[in-house]
């Protein structure tokens, strides 16, 4: 397989707007769970509480995270799985 092709494999973007709990959590756990080690996963969601449920989930999961948009209404979270 080319690395061009094992990137494209290794992020996964969710848009989960519109979507409540239980489903922005479940939804990311089930994404990460296929994704390999050291793969990205993109959530976009509007579903506020996520914000704290997501990034508490993925750090016990040994991922790293980071917020990088958010217009107060609908956030980005770029999740990296760990190795």
């Given at each position: 397989?080319?690395?061009?092709?094992?990137?494209?494999?290794?992020?996964?973007?969710?848009?989960?707007?519109?979507?409540?709990?239980?489903?922005?959590?479940?939804?990311?756990?089930?994404?990460?769970?296929?994704?390999?080690?050291?793969?990205?996963?993109?959530?976009?969601?509007?579903?506020?509480?996520?914000?704290?449920?997501?990034?508490?989930l993925v750090e016990q999961r040994g991922c790293?995270?980071?917020?990088?948009?958010?217009?107060?209404?609908?956030?980005?979270?770029?999740?990296?799985?760990?190795?």
């Open positions: 397989m080319s690395a061009e092709v094992e990137r494209e494999r290794a992020l996964v973007e969710l848009d989960l707007r519109g979507s409540v709990c239980p489903g922005p959590t479940g939804d990311t756990l089930a994404a990460l769970k296929k994704l390999p080690p050291g793969g990205h996963l993109i959530v976009i969601t509007d579903y506020l509480p996520a914000r704290q449920t997501i990034p508490r790293s995270w980071q917020i990088t948009e958010d217009d107060g209404k609908t956030f980005r979270l770029e999740i990296a799985k760990g190795e």
